[in-house]
């Protein structure tokens, strides 16, 4: 399903999913906010020493660094998404308001998560995993997560399909042929990620966090700065 919602090429098509996808993402966290919530009241903290000890362990200290620059995966949108916006919209308040809830909603949920789980256990990845997978509650959130996954990959991969379109295929006629060859590029970068993430499946973090650390910095840090400073000289 992800590789014919790939092929769109405008983006307003999926502002109604954007939306849904948007209240899917907060619907997961107020679901293992209030699992971590009743846990706590119920039983306590599952492992009461470790939220205020001191780790010696930092061999995963880079896992974090990589996955806190993907908090900003999604700032190669947030250019096309004030371009469609309404003239009477304000785009600066609007992203100061976004940047400003999620931070209180990732500094709260991982000092929620980690006060009632402890440490994640080295076969998990993602916190989701440690929910209880028999009840229909969390398995009907896992599955609207699962929704929000397919609504929310156009919108993310596409920067990704516009600078290699436009380094590869910006001289090339509008044709049925150019608009095919694209279609088929795109599937291809789908399967690419399908076949890394199953490659990778027992190492998920560990990649993810490699790829967030070498990937992030230059788009977060170094290319805003460069093109600033050619913009200003």
Not at 120 to 134: A, H, T
Request: with cysteine.
């Amino acid at each position: 399903c992800y590789s014919p919602l790939a092929w769109v090429r405008n983006l307003e098509y999926f502002t109604i999913g954007y939306v849904i996808g948007t209240s899917m993402i907060v619907w997961t966290v107020l679901v293992v906010s209030g699992y971590c919530i009743a846990g706590l009241i119920e039983h306590g903290p599952k492992q009461p020493g470790t939220f205020y000890a001191v780790n010696d362990n930092t061999s995963k200290i880079w896992d974090m660094v990589g996955f806190a620059f993907y908090t900003f995966e999604g700032i190669g949108t947030v250019m096309p998404i004030i371009e469609k916006c309404h003239r009477d919209v304000d785009a600066e308040w609007t992203l100061k308001l976004a940047l400003g809830s999620l931070w209180v909603m990732f500094t709260s949920f991982g000092l929620l998560t980690f006060y009632y789980f402890g440490p994640m256990p080295e076969d998990k990845s993602f916190v989701i995993e440690l929910l209880d997978d028999n009840d229909k509650f969390v398995q009907l959130t896992k599955l609207l997560f699962c929704v929000n996954l397919v609504y929310s990959y156009p919108l993310a991969i596409y920067p990704t399909n516009q600078i290699i379109e436009r380094a590869f295929y910006s001289s090339w006629p509008d044709s049925t042929k150019k608009t095919w060859v694209i279609n088929f590029g795109r599937t291809f970068i789908i399967f690419s990620a399908c076949f890394l993430s199953i490659t990778f499946s027992n190492t998920l973090d560990h990649f993810l966090g490699v790829t967030g650390t070498a990937f992030g910095i230059p788009l977060i840090l170094i290319i805003p700065t460069m093109m600033d400073y050619v913009v200003i000289a």
